[in-house]
């Protein structure tokens, strides 16, 4: 190549006077900040119910509806999984959560046309694929139930949720089942929960690709692993205690967690330059 000649590439990355944007940075953080980050959710709540019991409902319901599909077509017996995995997927449902407390703190105003079209315009954006994500677990997670149920229970599960607990609590074989499933999804709930925690709040707020988001999520639970693995075991325990009563714990946990996430991203994730 002569000295005159010049790559095409470089040409075009001067030409187009574009630099790619810098990683976000990621803070760390302790578990005061986690409590701090809770009572500010607590607050966000308090201010704006309706939003909250809104998202949460819709939540609540679509776990109901999930669990009396199932049985209705007989399979009632894989409920509670079902219900376990339906939690994975809250990070998804609260995106409004995240968005009015984005305006709560930027002094905007609170309106449903507002926050619901923010909502619905992430369709067309990275945080779409972060619902496929989420999704995605949601699936495997099910199918690996499946295959445990095959290989300690059987082909021929109970069709009945009285005999499926009945055979999981009262055989080897069951508990069995009980204790792999349980650390299998525990270790599936902690995957999701530190590639969404930061990712989901952070591609609302920011045009960032998803994978950048993900990554970012998973730095900010490595960089603070005590205080960010103590807060997903709050988000664990909330849930559980919420999905109990038929999901209506849900109208009230969801939008505390929701609206916390968002704060406690703010407190993990350095502001944009």
Request: charged residues 15%; hydrophobic residues 55%.
């Amino acid at each position: 190549m002569s000295q005159d000649e010049k790559p095409v590439a470089s040409e075009g990355a001067e030409n187009s006077g574009e630099r790619p944007k810098a990683a976000p940075q990621v803070l760390t953080i302790g578990a005061g900040d986690i409590v701090d980050a809770l009572g500010q959710g607590l607050r966000d709540f308090r201010a704006a119910p309706r939003f909250g019991l809104f998202f949460g409902g819709v939540y609540a319901l679509g776990g109901m509806l999930i669990v009396l599909t199932a049985s209705a077509l007989g399979m009632s017996y894989i409920s509670y999984p079902l219900a376990v995995g339906f939690a994975l997927i809250g990070p998804f449902v609260a995106v409004g959560l995240y968005e009015v407390s984005r305006r709560r703190e930027a002094g905007e105003a609170l309106d449903w046309p507002g926050v619901l079209g923010v909502v619905f315009a992430q369709r067309k954006r990275e945080l779409g694929w972060m619902a496929f994500v989420s999704l995605f677990v949601l699936v495997v997670w099910m199918y690996q139930v499946r295959i445990l149920i095959a290989l300690f229970i059987g082909l021929r599960a109970p069709t009945t949720m009285d005999a499926f607990v009945s055979v999981v609590l009262g055989t080897p074989e069951g508990l069995m089942f009980l204790a792999i499933g349980h650390v299998i999804g525990a270790a599936m709930a902690l995957v999701l929960f530190s590639l969404t925690v930061v990712s989901f709040p952070l591609l609302l707020e920011r045009e960032l690709d998803f994978v950048t988001a993900m990554i970012t999520s998973v730095r900010a639970v490595v960089t603070n692993p005590v205080p960010m693995i103590g807060w997903a075991f709050v988000i664990m325990i909330l849930l559980m205690i919420a999905i109990g009563p038929f999901f209506i714990g849900l109208f009230v946990a969801l939008p505390i967690l929701g609206h916390t996430t968002w704060h406690l991203y703010r407190k993990l994730v350095a502001p944009e330059a």
